[in-house]
């Protein structure tokens, strides 16, 4: 006999003894009642042994039927375990998301947006993980993580890179700086100021010595910080000035001072994914989460 046709008995024996009656079961299962009692008889036939006696016009289970109806009790509830995560799922609210996201956009903006899409997907647990530019390529390529942020769209091996989003990297001051009454900073304004940079290895950081370089201004080179939100601390603190990624200012205005800076260099945001396979449904809804949260702070920058 059929799988199929087996959990239809077990249905049915299952309705019977939380119903107490072929009657009621039928109506629990939207069948006829003849159809129930078939069911009950095949299923004894089949196992081999009576699961009802019949008294004064009632069904009472027998003890082998009891016993039984445990082990059934629990495989439907199995069932609709695995349906009701099935159903979670489907809406969103039940799931983990691992995220690997560059400093930029970790410390600050994503723990925010998050938070929000959490909220609105209560059951959904959320992983953040904090690294550079390089390894956040690599988690997701490798699949440790779903999805990264990164703060180049340049291409990486084994991921597929969305640009979201670029903004022009600002001057920071410290408070009181002379400069600081000035809407937008020069190169020549920096000229021998101490200076904190990044990195040597750093595409942001050859991009500004290169505007220095071109300028022959020379600067006094005090410190190098990978980390914007360090840098600013330096800043704070009066051991120079310095030109960092946009995001991370947005945070930092009651310690710093913050300045355009011209000639204008582009920072630039992006998303990566494995290109090894499509993002699952938990994924994908995150991705047009952000680029919505992305659009709406495009917004409140321009009004």
Not at 40 to 50: A, M, N, P, Y
Not at 51 to 65: I, N, Q, V
Not at 111 to 139: C, M, N, R, Y
Request: hydrophobic letters at 40%; one cysteine or more; glycine letters at 6%.
């Amino acid at each position: 006999m059929e799988w199929g046709m087996k959990s239809r008995q077990l249905e049915a024996f299952r309705a019977v003894i939380l119903r107490q009656s072929i009657t009621r079961a039928a109506e629990m299962l939207h069948i006829t009642q003849p159809a129930v009692t078939r069911l009950i008889l095949d299923l004894e036939t089949e196992i081999g042994f009576s699961l009802f006696t019949r008294e004064k016009g009632r069904l009472f289970p027998t003890s082998d039927a009891l016993l039984l109806y445990q082990e059934v009790e629990r495989s439907f509830v199995g069932v609709e375990r695995i349906a009701h995560a099935a159903q979670q799922i489907r809406s969103l609210t039940r799931g983990s998301l691992n995220v690997a996201a560059a400093p930029a956009l970790a410390l600050n903006l994503l723990p925010e947006w998050i938070t929000d899409f959490t909220q609105a997907h209560e059951g959904v647990t959320v992983s953040l993980l904090i690294h550079g530019t390089k390894l956040v390529g690599e988690l997701v390529a490798s699949e440790q993580c779903d999805i990264g942020f990164v703060t180049y769209t340049t291409w990486q091996p084994g991921v597929r890179l969305e640009a979201l989003f670029s903004a022009d990297m600002k001057c920071i001051l410290p408070k009181g700086h002379r400069l600081s009454r000035k809407r937008i900073i020069t190169p020549e304004d920096l000229a021998g100021e101490k200076f904190i940079s990044m990195p040597r290895e750093y595409d942001t950081r050859r991009i500004v010595d290169e505007i220095f370089a071109e300028r022959q201004i020379e600067r006094v080179m005090s410190a190098e910080c990978q980390l914007s939100a360090a840098i600013a601390t330096f800043v704070a603190r009066g051991a120079g000035v310095s030109i960092i990624d946009p995001v991370s200012t947005d945070y930092l205005t009651e310690r710093v001072s913050v300045h355009d800076f011209a000639p204008a260099i582009p920072f630039e945001y992006g998303v990566v994914t494995s290109d090894r396979q499509a993002p699952s449904r938990l994924t994908t809804a995150f991705m047009e989460f952000v680029r919505e949260k992305v659009k709406e702070r495009s917004g409140r920058r321009r009004s």
